[in-house]
């Protein structure tokens, strides 16, 4: 069974620009989460999808936006970026419900 | 949502058993307790989950208490690898997961 796949792995962007990740769940996940991991503030909780809808939200800023597609695949959007947005993005899948969520390995972005 | 806390750091070494304690005070009725494991640059690997009393599995055991204000995630005989930070996650998931990480704990294992 494939894990949950995060591309691309590593990016570097400019600021004021824009960036998106794309994050695969793994097969017969409905529920995929987001989260920004910086050395000072940790783990942080960006969104959840469930089936095409978001259904969770952290506290971050209208910059940062996702969706789900019908495949359940995922995608999160960082618009006019700034140099504290360079962070490791990840994504997390699981059935919906209470139980174990699966991370990715992680897109990490840098902006310059 | 229940905060937890745990220590920044712990030392070990191989063959040892560690035990790593997290409070949660104000774990609610719902909520599952569940650790993670995370190597540098990866994303957070699930350990084990538990509501009451005692799980174990493969790789390691949670011990929670009655009143489920702590618990406590016991690794048999570390070895190297076991080098990481481990998380401490309460929260009830039945809507999705979106659980608040907090700093975790840095457990170092030496030769």
């Known amino acids: 069974k494939a894990g949950v796949t995060q591309t691309p792995r590593y990016l570097i962007k400019t600021r004021g620009q824009q960036v998106t990740l794309s994050c695969s769940p793994i097969s017969g996940h409905r529920s995929v989460s987001w989260y920004q991991q910086t050395p000072g503030q940790g783990l942080q909780f960006l969104f959840e999808y469930f089936s095409e809808t978001q259904r969770n939200k952290g506290n971050f800023p209208g910059r940062f936006s996702g969706r789900q597609f019908s495949n359940s695949r995922s995608e999160m959007n960082v618009s006019t970026l700034e140099l504290g947005d360079s962070a490791l993005y990840l994504c997390?899948?699981?059935?919906?419900?209470?139980?174990?969520?699966?991370f990715g390995q992680g897109t990490r972005l840098t902006v310059v | 949502l229940a905060k937890t806390t745990q220590p920044i750091s712990m030392d070990s070494y191989e063959g040892q058993e560690v035990n790593i304690t997290c409070s949660h005070n104000?774990?609610?009725?719902?909520?599952?307790i569940t650790w993670y494991q995370q190597f540098p640059s990866q994303g957070p690997r699930f350990i084990i989950q538990g509501y009451k009393t005692k799980v174990t599995n493969e790789v390691a055991s949670l011990f929670i208490p009655a009143d489920r204000k702590s618990s406590t995630l016991s690794l048999p005989r570390v070895s190297l690898s076991d080098t990481a930070v481990y998380y401490c996650?309460?929260?009830?998931?039945?809507?999705?997961?979106?659980?608040?990480f907090g700093a975790g704990t840095r457990l170092f294992v030496k030769a």
């Open positions: 104000n774990i609610a009725t719902n909520d599952y």
């Open positions: 996650l309460v929260g009830d998931d039945t809507g999705g997961f979106k659980t608040i």
């Open positions: 997390a899948s699981s059935l919906g419900d209470r139980g174990r969520a699966f």
